[in-house]
């Protein structure tokens, strides 16, 4: 049994993993809520809306004194995080929250907690997966969970919708969420009358009130009737409805119109990717520099079960988790700069797993990848090799060789220091990690596709 | 309860909460005055139609 290290702050309960099977532990003195939860009705009517992570209950001998029972959740494909989400992932994590906290209000609950670490994506539909996240409500006392709110869910998405769209990045320094004053200075009194209630005025009573609450037992003192409570729940709704995108445009969102790739060329290399996984069985395939999703969507359609589409660009990110929520694939688009990837984090590095600690795919796929890492970021082939064989034991990987268009880009506004960029010595660094299975030519281009599959000595 | 509320949050969610809660009490006055005012409109024409009978 190994206890799962970023659930210690809950005393309702823990995850737990054996023989990689997760379960989560629901301790005696969450009894009563849990079976509220789910005697009431509302376990039934979230899962059945889609909001929250069905489980079954599991005959699990355990000697924990504390234990009232064991649960098995639904298996989550792949765990990311709010700093991994585009724009509308994180809108509609907030939307799902909140529907989820007003619904169990009409059972007599509320949510005690509203951290965006709760909300994983299904086929692009946002759930809740902590089951012990509901308390019983009690009449006048306001919602535990507001500050919490604001700082993971408002103040993102407001910062990235006003200011910057790459703002979302600040939730990877702070874990707990964005905090009130930083976003109000950040905003600059942008956001409309919404920003100026939750970020700005709420920045000021924080302030003002930060010695008060050392008084002991000054916050029952609170009162909120019910009309005003479900009131601010509404508002909340329709404040996060009502940030949107405005006139973002990114280096990267009109990328399939704006290759250097023939119709040939790109109908080839949708044939030489096809080829590749009908000859394999690839069940998880991660595809690194995915933009919108195109490629993942050819892999998805030749075998694959589920495909991780990480890209650098927040709206490329954007498109093709917009598609993904129309189409339900099993695709979770994530922004991910490869150059930087996301680390572990919180307390002892271990709350928030790195990307390597949180999965293995079957395969990785990179293509027209190479040359940003080789040359815009200066990488070695071989560390680029020995970083994609640490991840997979396959990999489908594109060369563009130096005397393409799109190589003379990067090349153009500095000094061509890459001799070593030719596609002999692509091979013998990756020779080095890997077999070459086989290798097909785009047509119409210079370009190379390769399948290589890990040598045995080094997995 | 495990998580920090914070006394400022605490505190500030009273005036947002009475901000919300008076936009909801306006919102709903005008509905019931507007469905009010379609009520009173419909039985005009009612009576109007019967008066044309």
Avoid at chain 1, 108 to 119: C, E, P
Avoid at chain 1, 137 to 157: D, K, M, S, V
Avoid at chain 1, 228 to 237: G, K, Q, T
Avoid at chain 1, 315 to 344: C, F, H, M, R
Wanted: with cysteine; net charge neutral; charged share 25%.
């Amino acid at each position: 049994m190994k206890k799962e290290y970023s659930s210690f702050r809950d005393p309702s309960g823990f995850i737990f993993s054996v023989d990689n099977y997760v379960f989560r532990q629901v301790n005696n003195s969450y009894k009563a809520q849990y079976d509220h939860l789910m005697n009431s009705g509302l376990y039934q009517n979230l899962v059945t809306e889609q909001l929250l992570v069905d489980h079954k209950p599991i005959d699990l001998e355990t000697n924990d004194p504390n234990k009232y029972m064991v649960i098995q959740p639904a298996k989550i494909n792949f765990i990311s995080y709010p700093y991994e989400w585009s724009f509308s992932q994180l809108k509609d994590a907030a939307l799902t929250t909140l529907k989820i906290h007003k619904c169990a209000l009409k059972y007599g609950m509320i949510l005690k907690d509203a951290s965006a670490y709760n909300i994983q994506f299904f086929n692009g539909v946002p759930k809740l997966i902590d089951t012990l996240s509901f308390d019983f409500y009690h009449e006048g006392t306001p919602w535990i969970a507001y500050g919490q709110f604001c700082r993971h869910f408002l103040a993102p998405l407001m910062l990235m919708a006003n200011i910057d769209i790459r703002l979302s990045q600040l939730m990877r320094i702070y874990i707990d969420g964005i905090p009130i004053d930083l976003a109000s200075k950040l905003l600059k009194g942008k956001g409309g009358f919404s920003a100026k209630q939750h970020i700005h005025w709420h920045a000021r009573a924080i302030s003002k009130y930060s010695q008060d609450g050392k008084v002991l037992g000054k916050t029952r003192n609170v009162h909120i009737n019910k009309f005003n409570y479900v009131a601010l729940i509404d508002s909340l709704i329709s404040t996060v409805q009502r940030i949107t995108l405005k006139g973002v445009v990114t280096e990267w969102m009109d990328y399939y119109n704006n290759t250097n790739y023939s119709d040939t060329a790109l109908k080839s290399k949708e044939k030489i990717v096809s080829s590749f996984f009908k000859l394999n069985d690839f069940n998880i395939v991660w595809d690194l520099g995915a933009n919108d999703g195109r490629f993942s969507r050819i892999v998805l359609e030749n075998g694959a079960s589920l495909v991780i589409s990480f890209d650098l660009d927040a709206i490329a990110v954007e498109k093709n988790y917009q598609l993904v929520k129309k189409y339900k694939n099993s695709i979770l688009p994530l922004l991910l700069d490869l150059t930087n990837p996301s680390p572990g984090l919180g307390f002892a590095n271990r709350e928030r797993l790195s990307i390597e600690e949180r999965q293995k795919p079957d395969c990785i796929v990179a293509l027209a990848l190479i040359h940003h890492l080789a040359i815009s970021n200066n990488a070695p082939f071989e560390k680029i090799a020995e970083w994609l064989a640490l991840l997979s034991d396959n990999l489908i990987i594109e060369f563009v060789p130096k005397e393409d268009s799109q190589v003379q880009v990067l090349l153009a506004t500095r000094d061509d220091i890459f001799l070593n960029y030719t596609k002999s010595e692509f091979e013998k660094a990756f020779q080095h990690y890997f077999d070459f299975i086989r290798s097909e030519n785009i047509l119409n281009s210079e370009r190379v596709i390769y399948h290589l599959r890990k040598k045995r000595e080094h997995e | 309860m495990y998580l920090d509320p914070g006394f400022g949050s605490m505190i500030f969610q009273l005036i947002v909460a009475l901000i919300a809660g008076l936009g909801a009490y306006f919102a709903l006055a005008k509905k019931k005055a507007i469905s009010l005012f379609n009520k009173k409109n419909k039985t005009n024409m009612e009576d109007s139609n019967e008066e044309r009978i």
